[in-house]
Nanobody
Framework: QVRLVESGGGLVQAGDSLRLSCLAS????????MGWFRQAPGKEREFVAG????????NYADSVAGRFTISRDNAANTVYLEMSSLKLEDTAAYYC????????????????WGQGTQVTVSS
């Protein structure tokens, strides 16, 4: 069993930067592809970014490519999402996820979810 706990969300202004963290506990995640999803009010949860177990492969949604960076520190059992040039439309609850595979950076088989952290971007 894996427990994922996100942190780092908050209220920021458009154009600002923010870093989200996801700490895994229960067992190590070195063998799991990890990722971030988000869900805005009234919308479905959507994929944001994924990273392979080794960290050598990443994937991003078109809406965040070039602005967001996913990374991981396997020694610390932590995954990060660096967000820059934030836009109003980035406002959402952000969820950390662990895929059952080690290399599916599209995160198509999520086994574990975090509880989410809210990011609100204001004008």
């Amino acid at each position: 069993q894996v427990r994922l706990v996100e942190s780092g969300g908050g209220l920021v202004q458009a154009g600002d930067s923010l870093r989200l963290s996801c700490l895994a506990s229960g067992r190590v995640i070195v063998n799991n592809a990890m990722g971030w999803f988000r869900q805005a009010p009234g919308k479905e949860r959507e994929f944001v970014a994924g990273i392979s177990a080794s960290g050598r492969s990443t994937n991003y949604a078109d809406s965040v490519a070039g602005r967001f960076t996913i990374s991981r520190d396997n020694a610390a059992n932590t995954v990060y999402l660096e967000m820059s040039s934030l836009k109003l439309e980035d406002t959402a609850a952000y969820y950390c996820a662990a895929d059952r595979s080690w290399n599916d950076v599209m995160m198509r088989n999520v086994d574990y979810w975090g509880q989410g952290t809210q990011v609100t971007v204001s004008s």
